[in-house]
């Protein structure tokens, strides 16, 4: 089992910046590629950005390529993910999953087998 808990979120203003982060518990961290997905009021669940297991290699979504900025630190256990220039539709709850073998990255939510609670970010205009 791997325990994975947001935090950071909050509300920012449009063009601003807010880094959250994945504290992860349990079985060995560093075994586990990393992602980052995010759910708008009414929406999907959608990816957002993922991280090989060493680090080393990331994946974004083209909505946020450029704009945001995944990494990992395996010695504390934690991803992150740094927010930059952000937009109203940003707006979600933003959560972490953990993926261990195959593919450092995926868009598909059942190939992640560890997800955590989630943290809101709200991008105010």
């Known amino acids: 089992q791997v325990q994975l808990v947001e935090s950071g979120g909050g509300l920012v203003q449009a063009g601003g910046s807010v880094r959250v982060s994945c504290a992860a518990s349990?079985?060995?961290?560093?075994?586990?590629?990393m992602g980052w997905f995010r759910q708008a009021p009414g929406k999907e669940r959608e990816f957002v950005a993922a991280?090989?297991?060493?680090?080393?290699?990331?994946y974004y979504a083209d909505s946020v390529e450029g704009r945001f900025t995944i990494s990992r630190d395996n010695a504390r256990n934690t991803v992150y993910l740094q927010m930059n220039s952000l937009k109203p539709e940003d707006t979600a709850v933003y959560y972490c999953?953990?993926?261990?073998?195959?593919?450092?990255?995926?868009?598909?939510?059942?190939?992640?087998?560890?997800w955590g609670q989630g943290t809101q970010v709200t991008v105010s205009s």
């Open positions: 349990g079985r060995t961290f560093s075994n586990y590629h």
């Open positions: 999953a953990a993926k261990r073998g195959g593919s450092y990255w995926s868009p598909a939510k059942d190939e992640y087998d560890y």
């Open positions: 991280i090989r297991w060493g680090g080393g290699r990331t």
